[in-house]
């Protein structure tokens, strides 16, 4: 069954410092979303992107974050300088159409700053 | 957007049927009942998808009443594995996922 994969699967940053999550969405679909939750909250959206554009992002997507597809197959997610409070997984989705289509997460990347 | 309330927290037995209601009071016409699974520090899973009356897969059913203001997803059969957090999410119109804080169900041998 196809599925999202995601790299790494932990990372340890230092505050400051600018780190980049790597997400593979499930091939024929052409939905990507980024999620995050901190530990013990609840899971929360970050940004949508579709055809090379974000579609929707929330308040938490402020300028120190970006997103991209550099290629066919990857999307990324950066964060210029991290913060200790950036500290949480973060869940790329993907969705074959938008709307009511399900998004299918993969396992997440742990953010750690010190 | 719709608000989901559902119990925080439920205990079952192995083998027993579990059933989980969700209200939406303020479902819109155009909305679908998602219903997500997550074990601690993994990605939400799919499990199953519903606009009214009867859904059922592999893994669990879904049935929404006429008036769609409440949905109820029911496990057959749980096991240990699935202890975890079911979430209840209201799909419309907007791309996002809006989780709420989900059910804890604890399943007990």
């Known amino acids: 069954e196809p599925e999202v994969t995601q790299t790494p699967s932990h990372q340890v940053t230092q505050m400051g410092q600018e780190v980049i999550l790597r997400c593979v969405p499930i091939s024929n679909h052409l939905y990507f979303y980024w999620y995050r939750q901190i530990l013990g909250q609840k899971v929360e959206f970050l940004v949508s992107?579709?055809?090379?554009?974000?579609?929707?992002k929330s308040e938490i997507f402020d300028d120190q974050f970006s997103v991209e597809r550099p290629d066919g197959s990857n999307f990324t997610l950066k964060i210029r300088s991290t913060k200790l409070e950036d500290s949480a997984m973060y869940f790329c989705a993907s969705s074959e159409r938008a709307d009511t289509d399900t998004q299918y997460f993969g396992p997440g990347t742990r953010l750690t700053v010190l | 957007l719709a608000k989901t309330t559902q119990p925080i927290s439920m205990d079952s037995y192995e083998g027993q049927e579990v059933n989980i209601t969700c209200s939406h009071n303020?479902?819109?016409?155009?909305?679908?009942i998602t219903w997500y699974q997550q074990f601690p520090s993994q990605g939400p899973r799919f499990i199953i998808q519903g606009y009214k009356t009867k859904v059922t897969n592999e893994v669990a059913s879904l049935f929404i009443p006429a008036d769609r203001k409440s949905s109820t997803l029911s496990l057959p059969r749980v096991s240990l594995s699935d202890t975890a957090v079911y979430y209840c999410l209201v799909q419309g119109s907007a791309r996002q996922l809006t989780f709420g804080s989900g059910t804890q169900l604890t399943v007990l041998p």
């Open positions: 303020n479902i819109a016409t155009n909305d679908y």
């Open positions: 992107f579709y055809n090379n554009e974000i579609s929707e």
